[in-house]
């Protein structure tokens, strides 16, 4: 089993639209969380930390859910320049991130 | 200030030959790690290095070596490359250790193909 799996997508979503999607990661044990965005042949590049409590940054929404294992991100009000490959990235306690294969949104005109 | 910077951005190397890439972490910035990203994957960690110690590796084979200098600037070494190796080198550095909520912050990549 992969330490993160998230939903590739990709997610076709029109401007204005909310678009939300989930990962789930395996060690119980893990310690942070965040999302990562990443553009086409581009660097990742830190969306957001996800705290405990749940939280958010503008039209982005995170939560962390221990119990279920399970990192949500939602984007509200889409934008085009919201396409991009999320990737949830968590951290456990071995100074390690470990990365899910990223879910692809396309927000369309 | 200047973000995370590598070198090169491109290479071009064949079967057997070994290969450097460099990266400069953030000024401040004492933790550097390595990631190999191949097309439609996320990035795997290699190595993480922190105060010229080497402070977690990932499954890669002893192939891949990496070392931190004083200035905390960062090498990795793969040897005896493989077709497999080509992708997108990413380097990463933080303010310390990944401890908890230490987000990394990432340079443009080295993209290597492999002939």
């Known amino acids: 089993r992969k330490e993160v799996e998230q939903d590739p997508g990709p997610f076709n979503v029109p401007e204005g639209a909310t678009v939300a999607f989930n990962c789930t990661y395996s060690?119980?044990?893990?310690?942070?969380f965040f999302w990562y965005r990443q553009d086409c042949r581009k660097e990742p590049k830190l969306l957001m930390s996800v705290y405990s409590s749940g939280n958010e940054d503008g039209r982005f929404t995170a939560q962390l859910n221990r119990a279920s294992q399970y990192i949500s991100l939602l984007i509200r009000d889409s934008k085009l320049s919201d396409s991009a490959t999320y990737l949830c990235v968590v951290n456990g306690d071995d100074y390690k991130l470990s990365f899910g294969a990223g879910t692809t949104v396309t927000v369309r005109a | 200030d200047a973000g995370v910077t590598q070198s090169p951005t491109h290479l071009i190397k064949t079967r057997g030959q070994h290969v450097t890439l460099r990266c400069s972490p953030i000024s401040g910035h004492k933790s550097v790690s390595w990631y190999q990203q191949v097309l439609g994957q996320g990035p795997q960690f290699i190595f993480q290095y922190y105060e010229k110690e080497e402070r977690g590796r990932g499954n890669f084979p002893d192939r891949f070596s990496a070392r931190q200098f004083p200035n905390y600037s960062s090498e990795l070494n793969v040897n005896a490359l493989l077709l497999g190796d080509s992708a997108l080198y990413l380097c990463?550095?933080?303010?310390?250790?990944?401890?908890?909520?230490?987000?990394?912050?990432f340079g443009d990549g080295t993209r290597l193909s492999i002939l």
């Open positions: 060690n119980s044990a893990s310690q942070s």
């Open positions: 990463a550095s933080s303010l310390e250790g990944q401890g908890p909520y230490q987000p990394q912050h």
